[in-house]
């Protein structure tokens, strides 16, 4: 049962901040503030001035249905409007428990997907590119802009390593339950005796990090410059434009050798290490808020299984919510993306709300 006083407090805060904005006497910079924080509430304060009245509505109700010298049309109709009324009332709780959870300040940000092949050689790097793939698919169906900050190719066409930026509208919050081990069942192009084999690869989903989020300071850091190796154009083996970038405090260390100038290098190289360090510090603070709490969604444990794609038999299974979708080519070229994406989110929410006092 959501406590009364705690929807109370929502209306009592959406009719100060009316009057905050009609007044007239806040500057440019608190009018947007509180505008924000206005609209947010508008969308929920129907649904809480409803469950406000619940209770004298129903009792009003009930006077009419119990009431001997009622006739008996006015309490058939009284009968039916308090069962609407109830169903409403379970509906509307459940909006404003949804609208009560604590929000993840990190849900609208861009993010930084890094995929890396795990267990299983040549195979394992083969998967790590399909999924680069889908991503790539998933991110032009949505419109989203993906930029590639780093690339470790290995041989037949496939990746040791990706790193990339996903650009667009509250990216984060659509891309964060993808990190963990996703696992590949099929058979390999150089398998003949026909053997399905077993490989994996890791995908992490960080918040991008803006500089206002994460303080670096120089001080911090210890900076490495080093000749670049393996593919990369004419600078190889001729200047030391790669850079690793280690953050003291935290151990966190990135390299980067992508581009061919050290600057470039750099500055890439700082983006990515601002956005695992913000990582770092949420889950550090989510631990902290939910030690008491068993979650198996939106942990964020890249050892974690949490995916199985299983190619001879055509289907994806997310182990987390026990789903599986028989439509794995589909899923791969980023079509049902959403369907698995959506039962993800429902099913962390309905964890949150079991966690809701």
């Known amino acids: 049962m959501l406590p009364i006083s705690k929807v109370q407090n929502l209306i009592s805060k959406h009719a100060q901040l009316e009057k905050e904005l009609s007044s007239g006497e806040i500057d440019k910079k608190k009018f947007a503030e509180i505008s924000k924080e206005y609209s947010d509430l508008s969308e929920i304060i129907k649904e809480a001035k409803e469950y406000n ?11 009419i249905i119990e009431d001997t010298n009622s006739e008996k049309d006015i309490k058939d109709l009284a009968t039916i409007e308090l069962d609407q009324l109830e169903k409403n009332n379970e509906i509307n709780e459940k909006k404003i428990k949804l609208f009560l959870l604590p929000k993840d300040d990190a849900d609208t940000k ?7 092949a795990g267990t299983g050689g040549l195979e394992a790097s083969l998967f790590a590119s399909d999924l680069f793939k889908m991503y790539e698919k998933v991110s032009n169906k949505k419109k989203w802009f993906m930029e590639v900050i780093s690339i470790s190719k290995s041989d037949a066409g496939g990746l040791k390593e990706v790193i990339a930026t996903i650009k667009g509208k509250n990216i984060y919050s659509s891309l964060k339950y993808e990190s963990g081990v996703h696992r590949v069942q ?19 989903v960080l918040p991008e990090a803006e500089e206002v989020d994460v303080k670096i300071e120089d001080k911090d850091l210890r900076i490495d410059v080093f000749r670049s190796s393996g593919p990369g154009g004419q600078s190889v083996n001729t200047t ?9 405090p935290t151990g966190l260390v990135v390299s980067q050798q992508d581009e061919k100038s050290q600057i ?3 500055e890439k190289g700082l983006k990515i290490l601002r956005s ?20 198996k969604i939106g942990t964020g ?6 995916r199985t794609y299983n190619f001879p038999q055509g289907r994806v299974t997310d182990h987390r919510i026990n789903l599986t979708l ?28 079991s966690n809701l006092n």
């Open 240 to 248: 030391d434009s790669a850079v690793r970038i280690t953050h003291i």
């Open 326 to 353: 028989h439509k794995l080519p589909e899923f791969m070229e980023g079509e049902i993306f959403d369907e698995m994406v959506e039962s993800l989110i429902i099913q962390a929410q309905q964890e949150e709300l």
């Open 264 to 266: 470039r290098n750099k």
């Open 110 to 116: 861009n993010a930084i997907i890094e995929i890396r």
């Open 53 to 63: 009245d619940f209770k004298k509505n129903k009792d009003e109700l009930k006077k």
């Open 276 to 295: 695992r360090i913000y990582e770092l510090e949420r889950q550090k603070r989510d631990e902290e808020r939910s030690k008491d709490r068993k979650s």
């Open 186 to 204: 099929r058979v390999p192009d150089t398998e003949t005796q026909g053997r399905v084999h077993t490989s994996a690869a890791t995908v992490a």
């Open 301 to 306: 444990d890249r050892s974690e299984r949490i």
